[in-house]
């Protein structure tokens, strides 16, 4: 298992990811069929056909960055929160401003949530699993040699861990980066869900508040993980890298931070 070490949070992506949040309102995707009246070159709302293990929905997605990029990060949101929450922006875009393709899809509860208003839980894992397949499938489909990374936030970045083996070796998918991994149950620590990780041969990158309820520090530390597994701190952050007022740092700064290291870890990969 390696580790990342802290880096000095760059200010001007601080404050870059702080313009994208104030200005994101007008961006949002309110429903899966409404898009905004403008979108900017690199920013553009798809409805695709996504076929689940239950029934073929419209599964909205949002596209952020550069036809010209190195590489395509397909990310999964949690299971909570929409693509369009404010960290899957922050992460999205800031991204994007660094030269990279992030494609954001919704799972088809989510989607449903959007058109019904009433919270509801995620579908079950082989739903979910048939959910990202299809959407790794698109991606391949249009562009064959395209590198394509996949990843997401929380139980968007479990799924894609589950299947990052699967799809490297079917549509040589080249890395997964978790965005604050569920390792178990808040206040379950005996419950984990490692097994997986301890297998992996493809380069996974995990970032983790160093106080997640789903996995704190010193307890992530000593798990059996597979040496292609980085592990990356985010200093005094909760499951979405929020950190406390005594830390001195804001909430920008840590996605900014979160950045910063996800750009790294993709730019190692494909030169590596």
Known sequence: MASLEHKPIASLLAEAVSEILASDADRRLLSAGLAPAEWTEGRRLHQDLAMTAQAPISAPRLIDGPDTAPATLLLAHGAGAP??????????????????????????????????GRRQGPDRMPVLQEAFREQVRLEKSASPEWPLFIGGKSMGGRVASLLV???????????????????HPPGKPLQLRTEHLAALTTPTLILQGERDS????????????????????????DHSFKPTRRSGLSEAENWATAVAWSDGFLRGVLGG
Do not use: H, K, N
């Open 83 to 116: 693509m369009d929450s404010p960290f899957m922006v922050a992460i999205a875009t800031g991204l994007a401003a660094a030269g990279w393709r992030v494609v954001r899809f919704e799972f088809a509860y989510m989607a449903r949530m959007r058109e019904t």
């Open 165 to 183: 083996e699967e799809l490297a070796a079917s549509d040589g998918v080249r890395g997964c980066l978790c965005l604050g991994y569920p390792f």
């Open 214 to 237: 789903f996995g704190r520090r010193e307890e992530v530390e000593g798990y059996s993980l597979s040496p292609e597994v980085q592990l990356g701190w985010i200093p005094s952050g």
